[in-house]
């Protein structure tokens, strides 16, 4: 009898991880161990935004009200729009913050 409540018991956690593990919205663009790299993106599904220096910060994450349910499709965008879109759509001016405001070339 205990050894059928521990398999079940089991069973319900592996499920709950691998629905957790393998969900397959609103993924961040790098999921596991991202590079240290400055990159900026966009889904151009949702137009959820996020971008900065991946793995290490400063790093800006917006989402919008549909990315809950939204498998992204994030598409590189420049800095300069990054800041834009961020005022635009979700009303905050990133070059308040000192690293945002710097002029920056995207490779
Ligand atoms: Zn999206």
């Not at 629905?19 to 991202?34: A, I, Q, S």
């Not at 151009?44 to 793995?55: A, D, L, R, T, V």
Request: positive net charge; hydrophobic residues 40%; proline residues 6%.
């Amino acid at each position: 009898m205990k050894k059928i409540l521990l398999i079940t018991l089991s069973t319900a956690v592996l499920a709950v991880l691998l629905t957790v593990v393998f969900w397959p919205f609103n993924r961040p663009r790098y999921w596991f161990l991202p590079p240290i790299a400055v990159e900026y993106y966009e889904c151009s599904k949702c137009e959820s935004m996020e971008g900065g220096i991946y793995g290490k910060g400063p790093f800006e994450r917006f989402r919008s009200k549909k990315s809950r349910l939204c498998l992204h499709q994030w598409q590189p965008i420049s800095r300069a729009k990054f800041i834009e879109r961020a005022k635009q759509n979700f009303g905050v001016d990133l070059t308040k913050n000192w690293w945002w405001a710097q002029e920056m070339e995207l490779r």
